[in-house]
């Protein structure tokens, strides 16, 4: 972030470059949540460390929203903007870099007492670690390729906001710059106290089985947010108020789907998490990618009459993706996360 200025400056290609680099670091995230989840998180607890550990895409738009609105009309410019991320950033990592250790075997602030909590029912002679990671049936699993069909249509639906909330918010609504910047950022600060509320919520109603809990919340949250999608579609023209609450209402939606689609990923692959997550991590990029164009086609002149068309299919995308979701979802660790000397046991749905 601290070169994009200059890259900027100098020319297309060393931006383009730069935009590369950032996109490698972005998609490190959630492979590293998911190892980091099954090192670190103890099996009752899962919903908890999984929406915690997520805050990040909120705290992200919370934070650099405003303060984008606030450079960008003062008289440093948007340089700034990517000067003081940067710097942020590295700031992050060094404390990150000091503190963490791969497991908790390994850190020497976990207690003998946390160390057995966080272990429990992580049987290492059920589940081998250090295995390769079975690729060809990870690939063939019906339940995975649900959750990855899932994971389009809600990183469709979140990047949709995520990159042209503010533009249709100032483009199509006509709100100042400022004024987007904190609208914009608005919706993440109710889309954090919903994860931080859902996390332990999953984790505790075991009243209902694991996996109604993750079709429920996974449910609420992607038919939600498609709903509010496709009222932004049919809304009044420039009916700020209307799209304001749905705007908000969505984004605080898809936060849910943290305890949903991704605990389903966390729970059913194990020792192996950091592949599915991968390939989320994939899915989330290529979309980011595509998104774009798929903007600029339907909507070359960002008017009103043209962003309902984006709303439509891309509810239609969400709502479609989650069914399929519901019917696959699983679990209980698969079998292929147990090594071939251990009996396959199914884990209680609780």
């Known amino acids: ?88 950033t590295l700031i992050g990592f060094a404390f990150f870099f000091f503190f963490f250790r791969d497991t908790p075997r390994q850190h020497v602030n976990v207690s003998h007492d946390e160390l057995e909590k966080i272990t429990y029912d992580k049987d290492c002679n ?62 993440f600060i109710g889309a954090l106290a919903v994860k931080l509320i859902s996390g332990p919520l999953s984790d505790k109603l075991t009243i209902i089985s694991q996996q109604k809990r993750c079709i429920i919340f996974a449910s609420i949250s992607q038919f939600l947010m498609a709903f509010c999608i496709f009222a932004l579609g049919w809304m009044p ?28 990923a966390q729970l059913q692959s194990r020792q192996h998490a950091h592949v599915i997550m991968t390939v989320i991590a994939f899915i989330n990029s290529v979309i980011v990618l595509l998104l774009p164009i798929f903007v600029s086609t339907l909507s070359p002149n960002n008017s009103p009459t043209e962003w309902p068309k984006i709303f439509y299919l891309i509810a239609i995308l969400v709502t479609v993706t989650t069914i399929i979701f519901n019917f696959t979802c699983e679990t209980d660790p698969r079998p292929w996360t147990r090594s071939n000397t251990s009996h396959d046991r199914k884990e209680p749905k609780n």
């Not at 935009?19 to 099996?43: K, M």
């Not at 639906?157 to 950022?185: E, R």
């Not at 209402?249 to 849910?256: E, K, Q």
């Open 126 to 187: 059920n589940f081998n670690e250090n295995r390769k990671p079975p690729y060809l049936k990870i690939f063939k699993d019906k339940s995975i390729l649900g959750i990855w069909i899932a994971s389009i249509g809600g990183y469709t639906g979140f990047q949709l906001f995520s990159q042209y909330g503010p533009t249709y918010l100032n483009k199509v609504l006509d709100m100042d710059i400022q004024g987007t910047g904190f609208m914009a950022a608005a919706p």
């Open 237 to 264: 023209i420039k009916n700020e108020i209307f799209a304001k609450i749905a705007f908000t209402v969505a984004i605080m939606a898809s936060s849910l789907n943290v305890v949903g689609v991704v605990k389903s």
């Open 1 to 88: 972030m601290l070169l994009t200025p200059t890259a900027a400056s100098v020319g297309y290609a060393l931006l383009f470059l730069m935009r590369i680099f950032q996109g490698i670091a972005i998609s490190a995230l959630l492979p590293a949540s998911g190892s980091i989840v099954n090192e670190w998180s103890a099996i009752t607890e899962s919903g908890f460390a999984i929406a915690f550990l997520s805050c990040h895409q909120q705290l992200g738009q919370i934070f650099a929203m405003p303060i984008s609105g606030l450079f960008c009309e003062s008289s440093i410019g948007w340089q700034g903007i990517y000067y003081f991320l940067g710097f942020m």
